[in-house]
């Protein structure tokens, strides 16, 4: 009675059933098989959707639980030790809101044939979620960053000719993204042009970020023969990073979760 009327609204936690590992070890199992660059907590995050998909008795998991499960397993990620930077930067690119900002680049998928693809995409820095992606085995040109700039545009609000609102358009100088002609037609629609400073790519971090986990869990994980493969591959690729990928950022939700979760509250 003293405890309840201290402490009036603890939630009671449900017990702890050590029996139900044998459960959820053949699941755990599955996932690090599909997604076999995926760390304990992104593992816990698609079981907990997978739990709560199937309605099964188990709603939600504790990460520490599938971390001693894998640990025993032998399921784990091997630790790497992080490369040192030598340059360094403070700027801070996420934001409060979805369309405050939205970033850009551009990276390349080198095929087993030694044809290469090259990739620009947009991103906003607040869901995360890639809105728009342009590819193609040749150079990227100005021309390309625009149909990403529509298209996102309209990802975004509909078929418009400019923007309900500015936002910030956050890109490294590469060519592409400096050139006069992108630069106008990026101001025509409304955006406000930001650029990182010379030798500080990390002043776009998020857009790198999305970079390096894009080739960790899919590019380097599946078969990459071709140019025509790839282009095949790359829709598919995307909508699983938007819809299934859990981001720590996003308290392990992914993009299009997260943003569903903000436009309901």
């Not at 680049?105 to 995360?128: A, Q």
């Not at 890639?130 to 990802?155: H, K, P």
């Not at 938007?242 to 996003?250: A, D, T």
Request: aromatic share 8%.
């Amino acid at each position: 009675m003293y405890r309840r009327l201290k402490q009036p609204n603890m939630k009671s936690r449900s017990r702890y059933n050590k029996a139900d590992d044998h459960i959820l070890l053949p699941m755990i199992r599955d996932i690090c098989d599909q997604r076999p660059s995926n760390g304990y907590r992104r593992v816990t995050a698609h079981l907990n959707r997978n739990l709560q998909a199937n309605n099964l008795i188990l709603k939600q998991v504790n990460h520490k639980r599938i971390y001693r499960i894998m640990k025993q397993n032998d399921l784990l990620l091997t630790r790497s030790e992080p490369l040192q930077n030598d340059r360094t930067h403070e700027g801070k690119v996420i934001v409060s809101k979805s369309n405050m900002r939205w970033c850009s680049d551009g990276f390349e998928i080198k095929c087993w044939n030694g044809e290469k693809v090259r990739v620009i995409f947009s991103l906003d820095c607040c869901d995360r979620e890639i809105m728009s992606y342009v590819a193609t085995t040749a150079g990227i040109s100005s021309e390309m960053v625009c149909d990403v700039l529509v298209q996102s545009m309209e990802r975004r609000f509909g078929v418009v000719s400019h923007l309900p609102q500015m936002i910030e358009w956050l890109t490294d100088n590469g060519s592409c993204y400096i050139a006069r002609p992108t630069r106008t037609f990026a101001q025509s629609l409304g955006f406000r042009i930001c650029t990182t400073p010379i030798r500080s790519p990390q002043s776009n971090g998020m857009a790198e970020a999305f970079v390096k986990t894009f080739k960790r869990d899919y590019v380097y994980l599946n078969d990459v023969p071709d140019a025509e493969t790839v282009m095949r591959c790359l829709p598919i690729w995307i909508e699983d990073y938007n819809c299934n990928h859990p981001h720590s950022g996003l308290k392990m939700k992914s993009p299009r979760e997260f943003r569903s979760l903000k436009l309901a509250s």
